[in-house]
């Protein structure tokens, strides 16, 4: 029989038994994905005929004597032809499951609506039609394969977030003691295939052609906005979303500094942009559009622009990029045409250190340097 002392020390992955008379209850050691070991409890019974493994919750969480209460709960039932996993609650299908998880952390996201878009669009194509009418105890890492197999290969970005989102609802159902493991997590990780992901780059115009491109939108006939949003994106090196949800309250005109909030940064930290003279004049027409809201860049609702409207644009003047491309454009530029040190040009980007421990003593954004280099960019594109 399991002792205390004995589940508390195992560090040993496999199964343990609780011996004869322990109702199928056993303790599952696995190796964690950061080192050490997760443990849980699993009871393996037979329902209607068919053998079954109950989860019964984690360790510590569940002690030793809770997990045997649970287990002999669950034979009682079984004994008098209930299932257990249908007693006091329903299990929830996958595809309810989903609608809990998305509820639990989507006041978490940064773009709730966007996030929740991705979300609900990833797993209706591509997980639901197999898992939805699952209940979440029923899923297995077959069900998981064959949902990524078909876009292993061809759809790896995808896949992986199909396969993060999926093991996020299997998460919860352990949290909740309807299943024991994750089959989307650590089991099927040999199982896929390890062809290396062919890394596709954002399209992106060489830095010579982005003149000739801002002097194309400046001339074309779509919404002023528009038209504004996409030359200070430009101009900032900004990403597409910081530029089209910009308020006013985060431009200082007189110290001409452009402040990002953290909960706006891919990296979740402030950011300041220093604003060059032609940044300034785009601004101040941008003042004189009517938006609700304080948007600096309102579409032609008077709302913020839509992530697809610049998209839009540059497809239809025949502009072989992407918004988020004029980032590389800015980028080559820097290394090519000046002498502004590595981290000065990552600095303006906005991109984090990599290395732990320079960023630990780096403290000092280089905003003085930043906006040098901005100044030149504005020159170089006017």
């Not at 287990?71 to 499951?97: M, Y």
């Not at 597409?240 to 940064?265: F, L």
């Not at 600096?296 to 025949?318: C, D, N, T, W």
Request: a positive charge.
């Amino acid at each position: 029989m399991l002792s205390a002392t004995f589940v508390r020390n195992a560090n040993k992955p496999g199964r343990y038994g609780d011996g004869r008379g322990g109702l199928g209850l056993g303790l599952l050691v696995r190796p964690a994905l950061r080192g050490g070991v997760n443990k849980s409890w699993t009871q393996s019974v037979r329902i209607d005929g068919r053998p079954t493994s109950l989860g019964l919750g984690r360790y510590p969480v569940v002690t030793l004597a809770m997990a045997r209460e649970r287990a002999l709960e669950n034979a009682r039932a079984i004994a008098q032809g209930n299932d257990p996993r249908r007693s006091g609650k329903s299990v929830p299908t996958f595809a309810e499951a989903l609608e809990t998880v998305i509820g639990i952390h989507g006041p978490h996201w940064k773009d709730r609506k966007g996030s929740e878009r991705q979300w609900r669009t990833s797993l209706a194509t591509y997980a639901l039609p197999r898992l939805g009418t699952k209940t979440v105890n029923a899923v297995t890492s077959a069900d998981v394969m064959a949902v990524l197999l078909p876009i292993w290969s061809t759809k790896r970005v995808t896949a992986s977030r199909v396969r993060q989102r999926i093991g996020a609802v299997m998460k919860w159902a352990v949290a909740q003691g309807l299943r024991a493991d994750n089959p989307a997590g650590d089991a099927i990780s040999a199982a896929l295939p390890r062809t290396a992901a062919v890394q596709r780059h954002q399209r992106a115009l060489p830095h010579a052609e982005v003149r000739a491109a801002l002097a194309r939108v400046r001339d074309c006939d779509a919404a002023r906005g528009i038209r504004l949003a996409f030359e200070f994106l430009v101009l900032t090196a900004a990403r597409s979303g910081e530029v089209r949800n910009a308020r006013w309250q985060e431009i200082d005109r007189d110290a001409a500094v452009w402040t990002i909030p953290a909960t706006r940064m891919k990296n979740g930290r402030e950011h300041r942009v220093p604003l060059s003279d032609r940044a300034l004049e785009v601004l101040d027409e941008a003042s004189e559009l009517a938006a609700a809201d304080g948007w600096v860049f309102p579409s032609p609702r008077g709302r913020a622009i839509p992530q697809k409207y610049l998209s839009e644009l540059m497809h239809a003047l025949r502009i072989d990029a992407v918004p988020h491309g004029f980032r590389s454009s800015f980028r080559d530029w820097a290394a090519e045409c000046t002498d502004a040190p590595r981290e000065v040009c990552e600095l303006a980007l906005a991109h984090v250190n990599g290395d732990r421990v320079e960023a630990a003593y780096r403290r000092s954004d280089l905003f003085d340097r930043r906006r040098a280099l901005m100044t030149d960019w504005a020159a170089y594109v006017a």
